[in-house]
């Protein structure tokens, strides 16, 4: 089994651009999507799986996750992208527009015999969801479920301005439009032990509204966030790393717990504050956050 990557920070970035990658490349970011789908036009896609093959063989990621998302399944691209894209042996395939779990099956089929046709570790290639269709999250529950048991699944993405397209909604700032489908996605991923990736902030240029929607989906229990600029990286990775404060107040809650249960003690309080089972588990999440972010 594919051994779960800390993904704070997803950058997305077209194929086809060679400048893009290597900047993508050099950005520290946790994972760098290299996209064959939305970010190509559809008379480049050619191009483009020649251009990220040059560029996995050139350049140095550092300890960046190379992803690579092909085009949705029922497409006429689907074949050729993910021949290519498993020729190259990415760390993971992102799997846009996921709406029932054939597709799921097929994918994951076809990753497992080519892993065994190459000698390679099963599982080896993880393999991320995207959720962002109106039907995909009426179909959550039952995807993120099947999901659960092909072990290279390992987490699911939400698409918004992809749903809101498909529903005929308008985005706006507070995303009202979006809340429902937002809840849903990262309550199923938490249901069946998925990571949770936050969707893009389109407006790349506004620093203060990025790290406001970050802290927002991290506080939802979002375990990331995709970006679309190298410029929002260090601020997305920044939101969803405990500060220094949050873990030691996280330390001290566990280490008062700790105590109290060896003294037979069930609630308690910390610096004036009651703590039971609920805010220890979630001292705990703080810890293990701060700990994957400093691998």
């Known amino acids: 089994m594919t051994a779960r990557r800390v993904r704070r920070a997803l950058l997305f970035v077209p194929g086809d651009s060679r400048r893009k990658i290597e900047k993508a490349a050099a950005s520290g970011v946790d994972s760098v999507i290299l ?10 896609k050619a191009a483009a799986r020649e251009s990220i093959a040059a560029a996995l063989r050139d350049l140095d990621f550092g300890r960046s996750e190379r992803l690579i998302r092909i085009n949705p399944y029922a497409t006429p691209f689907y074949a050729d992208d993910l021949v290519c894209a498993l020729d190259l042996r990415p760390d993971g395939i992102v799997l846009p527009k996921v709406e029932s779990v054939e597709s799921l099956v097929a994918l994951d089929a076809a990753i497992s015999a080519f892993e065994r046709a190459r000698g390679w570790t099963p599982d080896s290639i993880a393999l991320i969801v995207m959720i962002e269709t109106a039907l995909a999250v009426a179909n959550a529950n039952v995807i ?4 659960r048991a092909l072990e290279r699944v390992q987490a699911l993405m939400f698409g918004a301005e992809d749903l809101a397209g498909d529903m005929g909604a308008v985005r706006t700032p507070g995303g009202a439009e979006i809340a429902y489908a937002r809840g849903a996605v990262v309550l199923h991923a938490a249901a069946y032990g998925l990571d949770a990736i936050d969707m893009v902030y389109t407006s790349y240029r506004d620093a203060d509204g ?11 229990g979002y375990t990331g966030k995709q970006a679309i600029h190298p410029d929002q990286v ?19 809650i566990v280490e008062a717990h700790q105590a109290n249960q060896a003294a037979g003690t069930g609630a308690f309080a910390v610096d004036g504050r009651m703590v039971d089972m609920p805010v220890v588990l979630a001292a705990e999440a703080v810890l293990a956050r701060a700990r994957a972010a400093q691998r």
């Open 35 to 44: 996209d064959l789908e939305d970010g190509v036009a559809l008379n480049a």
């Open 234 to 252: 260090a601020i997305i990775q920044e939101a969803f790393t405990p500060d220094a404060a949050s873990v030691a107040r996280a330390q001290a």
């Open 210 to 220: 990025l790290a406001s929607e970050a802290r927002t989906a991290m506080t939802m």
């Open 144 to 147: 993120a479920s099947r999901a």
